[in-house]
């Protein structure tokens, strides 16, 4: 049902009534006297001004309302009255929708809900209600569906279509965005291209109804917040919704940019306006708190009282009017919505809306589609922003040897399958989870079915065959499950075994080279203090050779020099008996010849078999021929001397011959150490053994190191001892000591003093038979 057109100007300001169902308190005992009837042709409403019905007692009200005397009727036209059985979708249908309509078509559109609080305005403009095709829905989410099943309709047309949305409040004449709580007190600005605005006013680009439904509620929260915060705020703030839509159409004539705008404002409660009117102490006040609906009363009146067309509109007295300025008189198509309460006690606020209503009829307004190039620059901005980019990317692309391009392509493909494969892994991961939470679960709920005590065909659950199926096969999954833990936690065992074994064989290995090391070092000290001292030996040695060939060359000039002597003293000896140096020996027939000479002669014998001094020199014959006897006794000296001389030369040619073979042996073996090629291949192996063992252990090197320290274990068995050893045997065998005391003897010159000569020569006889034949 379509608004009756009056006329072809009030098409463009419409003044509709709702009148709202009276409230569960306004119900006296199921019956209601309203105060409002609305004509069947939805033009034409009546309100009943009873007189003093406030003292008609209950029962007699019936009575006192049918008496036309009681009342006197004010009578109004408005484009459409809608009574208390009309419904959302008809305020919407035959209303709103028009307002819808203008907006598409590029025209500023306004719905302004204005009338006392509690009279509906925010029910009919919002609806409480955000659940798609409810029937409690608003004029706003209406609005919104028909503006998107509209760019729906048109979608394979070539109309390009944007939608914003901004939600304001303006409160004690202050403007805060609702869907922006940062953005507090913004100021309204004009510019020729934009008109009257709100500065810094967020507006949110939606493409669907949900979107904007989530705007509304995310505002409504603001507000609802606002008004528990200030007591009564939503009735003393304004709500503006503001829906801007912006299209181009391509025609064959061009281009055609229109931008429509449709302002949904649900005004402060006006019964203020009334209060203030009334009494004149509050209006200050009054004009203070509610500042701006004086304001819209005082705009209104200017509109419609003005005589010339220029006459001043105060739409800078509040932040609503000027807001609303084009709404008011301007380029809108504007709807007014007069919100009445149907109650005998709303009577004056009816009657004061209504007459409100009605004077908002005769503002004229001067709505034109808004097809100025800049109002729809912004849609065009944004399309050639969008071909820009088109364009940009196109170019992009082509060039495939843009290498950072395709590089940064390439990343952010990788980065999104890597997304991918992460996020299906974690998907994966929550399914395993879950089927182990669900197994847990059935496994739980298993065990407490089994555990409660429930009777199944009068048995205990646990001796049914079927529970104790069950239960062993549990227990058989269970000790299967338990077997494959255990034999895991063996072989880590096992391992952690073979770990240790290896790490002991190390250390033992180490202990082993340690101590050949040590062994060798030993050795090596050993080695080189044999050398040195069969060094010092051999030293010793070929010097005692030395001296003993100086005696021998000594003794050889001192028989030579006693047989001068003989020689001078005419005596005469055996040339036999004189002893040749090379001659060691004394024959048989030597001897003979000594036993042949007068026994007084006969003084002294030497045996070469037995190795001894025979002695026979006869004392009387000494007595009896002194001088014979001197004689006798200085050949006898010379005799014993000579004999002396020639055993000692013979001892010490004994001594050199044994001493020259020891000096060879020493020799030798002194040759043998130093050939000795076994040190050099024991320090071969523990240099093998060293590299190996340096080295990750692995089979071939540790048998290396095994093989190694064997050869090393056989080269000390070989020699154990044996250097040492020999050198001890070489030591004993060298009477190094007693050698010396001998030589030492030997070498001692015989004294020249005859009185010490005897008991002298006993001393050394005796020695020398002790010391050399004993
Ligand atoms: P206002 O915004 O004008 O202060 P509300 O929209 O909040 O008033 O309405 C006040 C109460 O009246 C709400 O509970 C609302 O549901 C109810 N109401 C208002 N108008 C109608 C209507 N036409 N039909 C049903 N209930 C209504
Ligand atoms: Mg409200």
């Known amino acids: 049902m379509k608004p009756r057109d009056k006329d072809g100007s009030n098409e463009n300001l419409r003044v509709v009534i709702r009148v709202r169902p009276p409230m569960a308190r306004e119900i006296k005992d199921g019956k209601f006297i309203s105060t409002v009837q609305a004509a069947p042709d939805h033009q034409q409403l009546c309100i009943f001004d009873y007189h003093a019905i406030e003292m008609v007692p209950d029962e007699d009200l019936e009575a006192f309302v049918q008496n036309p005397a009681n009342y006197t009727i004010h009578q109004f036209t408005f484009d459409y009255v809608y009574d208390q059985e009309s419904t959302q979708v008809e305020v919407y249908e035959t209303t709103a929708a028009l307002s819808v309509d203008s907006t598409l078509q590029g025209y500023n559109s306004t719905i302004m809900a204005y009338g006392q609080t509690g009279t509906g305005k925010t029910y009919t403009m919002h609806g409480f209600s955000f659940t798609p095709n409810s029937d409690q829905l608003g004029i706003i989410p209406r609005s919104l569906h028909s503006i998107f099943t509209h760019i729906q309709m048109k979608s394979n047309s070539s109309t390009t279509f944007m ?25 309204i600005r004009e510019d020729k291209k934009r008109g009257v605005f709100v500065e810094n006013l967020s507006e949110w680009a939606v493409r669907s109804p949900p979107e904007i439904y989530q705007l509304m509620r995310r505002g409504n929260a603001k507000r609802v917040t606002a008004s528990t915060r200030m007591n009564d705020t939503s009735s003393r703030s304004h709500a503006v919704f503001i829906i801007t839509v ?63 067309p220029k006459s001043h509109i105060p739409y800078r ?145 646990e001796e049914t065959p079927q529970f104790q199926n069950a239960l062993e096969k549990q227990q058989k999954l269970i000790r299967e499950q338990y077997q494959e833990k255990l034999q895991e936690l063996e072989k880590e065992r096992q391992n952690i075994e073979e770990d240790k074994a290896q790490t002991d064989k190390y250390k033992q290995l180490l202990l082993k080279q340690r101590d050949i090391m040590i062994a060798l070092t030993n050795r090596l000290n050993e080695r080189d203090e044999t050398i040195l001292q069969l060094q010092e030996e051999l030293d010793a040695y070929e010097k005692l050779q030395k001296e003993l060939e100086d005696i021998i060359q000594t003794k050889q000039s001192r028989v030579e020099q006693l047989e001068d002597i003989i020689k001078q003293n005419n005596l005469e000896i055996p040339t036999n008996f004189v002893i040749n140096s090379n001659q060691t020996t004394i024959n048989t027939k030597q001897q003979l010849l000594l036993a042949e000479m007068p026994s007084s002669k006969m003084l002294l014998v030497a045996d070469p078999s037995s190795n001894s001094y025979i002695q026979t020199l006869p004392q009387q014959s000494i007595n009896h021929h002194p001088s014979e006897a001197v004689s006798q006794y200085e050949l006898k000296n010379q005799i014993e001397i000579n004999n002396k001389l020639q055993l000692d030369l013979k001892i010490s040619r004994m001594d050199q011959e044994r001493y020259k073979k020891e ?81 030492s003897k030997l070498i001692s010159k015989p004294s020249k003093s005859s009185n010490q000569l005897i008991p002298q020569q006993k001393r050394v006889k005796q020695k020398l038979d002790d010391e050399l034949w004993s």
């Open 663 to 743: 000096v060879t042996s020493l020799q030798n073996q002194v040759q043998k150490y130093e050939n000795d090629n076994t040190i050099d291949q024991a320090k071969k192996s523990v240099d093998i053994i060293l590299a190996q063992l340096t080295k990750p252990a692995n089979g071939n090197s540790l048998s290396m190191v095994a093989q190694e320290l064997q050869k090393l274990q056989i080269i000390l068995s070989e020699k154990e001892g044996s250097p040492k050893k020999q050198l001890q045997k070489i030591q004993y065998e060298s009477p190094n000591q007693k050698n010396q005391e001998i030589i």
């Open 317 to 461: 007295d509040s932040k609503i009017t000027r807001l609303l300025e084009d709404s008011l008189g301007g380029n809108c198509k504007t709807t007014f919505m007069a919100m009445i309460s149907p109650a005998i006690d709303a009577f004056n606020e009816s009657l004061s809306t209504l007459k409100f209503a009605n004077r908002a009829k005769n503002i004229k307004n001067t709505p034109m589609v808004n097809q100025d190039q800049d109002q729809g620059a912004l849609l065009r901005k944004y399309q050639l922003e969008i071909q820009k980019l088109k364009q940009e990317l196109d170019e992009r692309t082509k060039l495939p040897l843009d290498g950072n391009v395709s590089e940064l392509e390439r990343e952010r493909q990788k980065a999104l399958e890597d997304k991918q494969e992460v996020q299906s892994a974690y998907e994966q991961r929550s399914k395993d989870l879950d089927q182990e939470r669900q197994l847990r679960k059935q496994l739980e709920e298993k065990i407490s079915a089994l555990n409660s005590q429930m009777l199944v065909g009068g048995q205990k659950i």
């Open 246 to 308: 912006e299209q181009i159409e391509e025609t064959i004539e061009g281009k055609r940019a229109r931008v429509g705008k449709l302002n949904l404002v649900d005004l402060a409660g006006s019964e203020r306006v009334r209060v203030t009117g009334a009494t004149g102490i509050r209006l200050e006040e009054s004009k203070k708190i509610n500042q701006s609906l004086s304001a819209l009363g005082n705009v209104i009146s200017a509109l419609t009282e003005a005589k010339q």
């Open 163 to 187: 939608v914003r949305a901004s939600y304001l409040q303006i409160y004690n004449e202050s403007i805060s965005d609702l869907l922006r709580p940062d953005h507090q007190q913004l100021n």
